[in-house]
Each structure stands twice: as structure tokens, then as C-alpha cells.
């Protein structure tokens, strides 16, 4: 019933050691970061309200709406937890669900928590809280289609990041699960897309409170815009060269040293080697192309914030 | 709904479900770790640890085959291994041409393929073995011992309690969802794609005030009981000699399994 097969939760023995090392030590500081500036700002009151906020998630997760032909659409929740939240405490929140997922039902793994952690957790609060920063002061229906996009692009990268822990640790070909991941995930993502914008704009009814200007610039600083715009790009500059060209990632990771760290020798893509249906063409492309226009509308709204806010002056 | 229907913990009484917690974590940790860096193809090493899990499976009074059963979880993610299978190192074992692809399976992306399956395999029957031994709060103050952050101790202790509420309302959401979707047998019911996603839309937000409501009125609750900040538990999880001959035992155990991986 809450066991419907997430594909990005990653099992114990799919990454190696190095690769979950390295994920681990960046989720522990991310982590602390977040209990600290928690700590800080909130009292003690809103620890019983983010456990009840991961409850919440789980909760959520189980409501499903039947899409077409037996499958039905999920809910992940992450991007919705920063954007109500705020950042830090969305951070908690989801790290909260991910460990309590692989502990109690082992949807996940011990080991590759901290992965798990950063790919489902960190990567769509950053994406999800920056991308709607950006918008906090205009009108609602530009911050329900902000909100929308940025859970989709948070679903996108953390699918993304998922095919990469995997190929880095040799467990899956880059040629072949980056298109497929992407390619499950475009529609997965529109389902959080959708449930995200319909679930925020009943709360922005029943109380707007939560979501006014104030109480959002509150919860996370200009950073986060940056720090969301930033990685939001990285995820797609890297989309189209992992599933177009993948040589081209394999030889930069490479020359960076990445793939002597794996236990075994890593993959190398046979040149003659051609997945045509889905490595070149038709969905990097079109993904490419979706995503590529949204940061475009993102960048173009800042910039049209931040002219105006100087004509003001 | 009852509180077990989520909960993998048995109410069996056995050596390892007295152990203490901590030692439980610790293991389980270091028998993933283990696996983790066990070389592809180690199949003695492997069939050792898995002996291992046997051995820990008769002595929690559960079956030997308990975690075996429960083990399936992992077979979604297989899908994603799958790939390994053709790598281009190694000799290629046949060809198959599927019209758009032409897929080459090799000896060493077979070893890697069904390397990869294997740890996950045995990785995910500890962590069941775990749960299934430990009662959750104790696994959770295990882990506050352990030093995890205090504040991420107690939102996971808050998100064990309420999970089972919070299910209950999102489960009487749905079956309020079904019992206004009355229709004809054959016939379409409801409305468009976007407009079901906006009605499940809306149950998340109603799910989400509720939560956010009843928090409140927890921490009130809490407030008035005497809620200082930190969650007590009964159980004084002290570590006797027997927990701590049993960590020590197992840990050599994982020593001899990695032993045998790398000692061919």
C-alpha cells in the first residue's frame, strides 16, 4: 500500500562505496546546516510540527489518481515541503521520511541513505524553495505555475543524479539509464507537477498565511535563489550531454579522476554502440528543449524583477 | 487501521530481539559496509554472509527463511542493474539483435550484474532482520545514543507516532473520494485527467491543514504534560557482557567474510 515501488529509492549494494561515502558527507552537512539554522530561528515548538509534516508526507504519498491503463500518478513531496516550509525545514522533513522509509520498510538502503537523502531531500528543496523565491511577491497564478515547474524540474534532477550515482558506481550504463530514468520521470514529475500546484492553491485558500510574502522570504534568504538557479542549469547542462552524448560526460569524469575510484573499471561506450530510440534524439531533445525553456522563464522574470525594483530607485 | 499493519517489528521473545539496540544498528551497519566493498564475483565470501543471515534468522525465533520472504523488495530496482550486463569489458557471450539494438552480454557484466544483485540481496535481508528484532522507539533511541542530531531524532520519533494517524485521515479522504464517485457498471466515472489531479490536489491540502492543525493542538497537549524537549523512554538500554561479546563476535565474523572475498 505505502510500498509502491519508488524507482529513485536506491537499495544497499546498487552504489559503491566511494560514491556512497561521498553523497554521505554531503548530506550530513547539508543536514547539520539544517538543524543549526533550525535550531536557530525556531523554537522548540516546530520540531513536534515537522515530525507531523513527514508524517503528513508519507501520508500524502498514498494518495494516488488514476492516470491511464492501470498506472496511476504519486506523489513525492519534497518540493511542496520547501515551498510551505521553507528550505531548511523541508531539508529535515524529507530526511526524516527517507530514513524512516529505509528503516521500517527498507524502501531504500542503509548505506545509501545519505544518496537517497540528497537526491530526494537536498536536490528538491534547493531546486523546488529557490526556483519559487524567485516569484514570492507576484501574483498567485505565476507562483502556482512556478511552483508547478520547479517540482517538476526537482523530480527531473533527482531522477538525473539517481542515473548518475549509478553509472559513476558502474552499476548501470549511462547510455541507457539516463534516458530511461529522464524519460519516466518527465512523466512521473508532471503528476507532482500537478498535485503540488492543485495542494498549494488550497492552502493559499483556506490559509494564505502560510504562504505570504513574509513568511516565505523569512524561511530562506536570496541564497537559495541563487543556490536553485545554479544547480537547476547544472541539471540541464548535464541532461542532454548524459543521454546525447555520453562520451563526452564519461571523458570529463575521467579527466576529473572520478571513475578511478569506483571498485571495478568503469564502462566505456562502444563507439559503434547506438541506442537511437531513446539515447539520441526524440526524449533528450524534447526534455532539453522543456527544460531549457523554463530556466528561460525563470531568468527572464528575475531579470524583469530586478529592472524594475532599479527603475524604482 | 491498527498499528501493526505498518509495523515490521515481531513480538517474539529470542536472544537477538533482547540484544541492545545499539549493537543491532552497529552490525547491521558494518554487514552492509562489508558488502559494500566485497570485490564482484567473491561468490564464497558472499554464500558466507549469507550463512551468516541464516544463522541470525534461527536465532531470532523468526524462521530461517523469514528474510528470504521479505527480500523481494529490491526486485523493482533490478530493472536499473540490468544494463551492467552488457558491458563492453570483458568477451562478449552472444549477440542479440532486437531490430532498433543490438545487445552484447559479456562474462564481466554478468559477474558485476549479479554481483550487484547479491549484496543488495543480502544487504536488504539485515535491514529486515533489524526491524523485524527491534521495536522502533528503542531503534530510534539507539541511534539518539549513537549521536544522531537530537532534533532529527525527535522529528523521526514524531513521524513514527503519527504516521498511523495521519494514514488513518488520508485513508477516510479516499474513502470519502470513492463514496462521492458513485457511477454506472462500464461506464466511465469522474472527470478528466486534470480534473482528478485537482480533486487529489485538493485532499493534499486538506491533508496537509489537518496536520498542520492537529500539530498545534500535539504541542499543546505536549505542553500541558510537561514536554521539555527531549523524548524519555522506560528502557535503559544498558549494554551488558553479553551485548558486548556479541559485537565483538560479529564483527570478526565480517572480518572472516571480507577475508575470504579477498583471499583467493
Known amino acids: ?313 | 487501521m491498527h498499528i501493526n499493519a505498518f509495523d515490521r517489528f515481531h513480538f517474539h521473545d529470542s536472544f537477538i530481539h533482547r540484544l541492545d539496540p545499539r549493537i543491532k544498528v552497529v552490525v547491521t551497519v558494518a554487514f552492509i559496509l562489508s558488502n559494500a566493498i566485497l570485490p564482484d564475483g567473491s561468490w564464497l565470501a558472499f554464500a558466507t554472509a549469507w550463512l551468516g543471515l541464516l544463522v541470525v534468522n534461527d536465532l531470532s525465533n523468526l524462521g530461517l527463511g523469514y528474510s528470504f520472504k521479505r527480500s523481494y523488495i529490491i526486485l523493482p530496482f533490478i530493472l536499473v542493474a540490468i544494463t551492467a550486463i552488457f558491458s563492453p569489458l570483458g568477451n562478449p557471450l552472444a549477440e542479440w539483435d532486437l531490430g532498433f539494438v543490438t545487445l552484447i552480454p559479456t562474462d564481466f557484466g554478468l559477474v558485476r550484474f549479479f554481483s550487484v544483485l547479491t549484496r543488495s540481496w543480502l544487504s536488504v535481508q539485515m535491514a529486515i532482520l533489524l526491524v523485524a528484532t527491534t521495536q522502533f522507539p528503542d531503534l530510534i533511541h539507539a541511534f539518539e545514543h549513537l549521536r544522531l542530531p537530537r532534533v532529527l531524532t525527535t522529528i523521526i520519533a514524531f513521524l513514527y507516532r503519527y504516521l498511523f494517524v495521519l494514514t488513518n485521515e488520508a485513508l477516510r479522504l479516499l474513502r470519502a473520494r470513492e463514496a462521492r464517485s458513485a457511477g454506472l457498471p462500464g461506464q466511465k466515472r469522474g472527470g478528466k485527467l486534470i480534473w482528478r489531479t485537482k480533486v487529489t490536489g485538493s485532499m493534499a491540502g486538506q491533508l496537509f491543514l489537518r496536520s498542520y492543525e492537529r500539530s498545534d493542538r500535539i504541542y499543546n497537549a505536549m505542553l500541558a504534560r510537561g514536554y521539555t524537549g527531549h523524548l524519555r523512554t522506560l528502557n535503559p538500554h544498558k549494554m551488558t557482557r553479553a551485548d558486548w561479546l556479541v559485537l565483538i563476535l560479529s564483527l570478526f565474523v565480517i572480518l572472516f567474510i571480507q577475508f575470504v572475498g579477498w583471499v583467493r
Open chain 1, 1 to 313: 500500500m505505502l510500498l509502491a515501488p519508488a524507482p529513485l529509492h536506491i537499495p544497499d549494494g546498487f552504489l559503491n562505496l566511494v560514491v556512497s561515502l561521498i553523497f554521505w558527507a554531503a548530506t550530513v552537512i547539508m543536514v547539520g546546516l539544517a538543524t543549526s539554522k533550525t535550531n536557530q530561528t525556531l523554537g522548540e515548538k516546530q520540531v513536534p510540527l515537522m515530525g507531523i509534516m513527514a508524517a503528513f508526507i508519507f501520508a500524502a504519498q498514498m494518495l494516488n489518481f488514476p492516470v491511464a491503463g492501470g498506472t496511476s500518478g504519486h506523489f513525492l513531496g519534497g518540493a511542496l515541503a520547501a515551498i510551505v516550509l521553507g528550505p531548511w525545514a523541508g531539508i529535515l522533513v524529507m530526511t526524516a521520511v527517507v530514513a524512516v522509509q529505509a528503516l521500517l520498510f527498507q524502501d531504500g538502503g542503509l548505506l545509501v541513505m545519505g544518496a537517497n537523502i540528497f537526491n530526494m531531500g537536498i536536490i528538491t528543496a534547493v531546486i523546488g524553495f529557490g526556483l519559487y523565491r524567485t516569484v514570492i511577491g507576484r501574483n498567485k497564478n505565476i507562483r502556482l505555475i512556478v511552483a508547478g515547474m520547479s517540482a517538476w524540474l526537482a523530480t527531473m534532477a533527482a531522477a538525473l543524479l539517481t542515473s548518475l550515482q549509478l553509472w559513476l558506481s558502474s552499476t548501470s550504463r549511462l547510455a541507457l539509464v539516463v534516458p530511461a530514468m529522464l524519460g519516466v520521470h518527465a512523466l512521473i514529475g508532471i503528476g507532482e507537477a500537478l498535485i503540488t500546484v492543485a495542494a498549494l492553491a488550497f492552502i493559499q485558500e483556506t490559509r494564505p498565511d502560510l504562504l505570504d510574502k513574509e513568511a516565505t522570504a523569512s524561511s530562506g534568504g536570496r541564497g537559495w535563489i541563487v543556490a536553485g538557479i545554479l544547480v537547476s542549469l547544472l541539471a540541464v547542462l548535464i541532461s542532454p550531454l548524459a543521454s546525447g552524448n555520453p562520451d563526452g560526460l564519461e571523458r570529463v569524469a575521467d579527466d576529473l579522476g572520478f571513475l578511478e575510484t569506483g571498485s571495478s573499471k568503469p564502462f566505456e561506450i562502444l563507439p559503434d554502440y547506438t541506442f537511437p530510440v531513446l539515447g539520441d534524439t526524440a526524449i533528450s531533445t524534447i526534455i532539453a528543449g522543456v527544460v531549457g525553456t523554463f530556466i528561460l522563464v525563470g531568468l527572464l522574470i528575475l531579470i524583469g524583477r530586478n529592472l524594475r525594483k532599479n527603475r524604482k530607485q
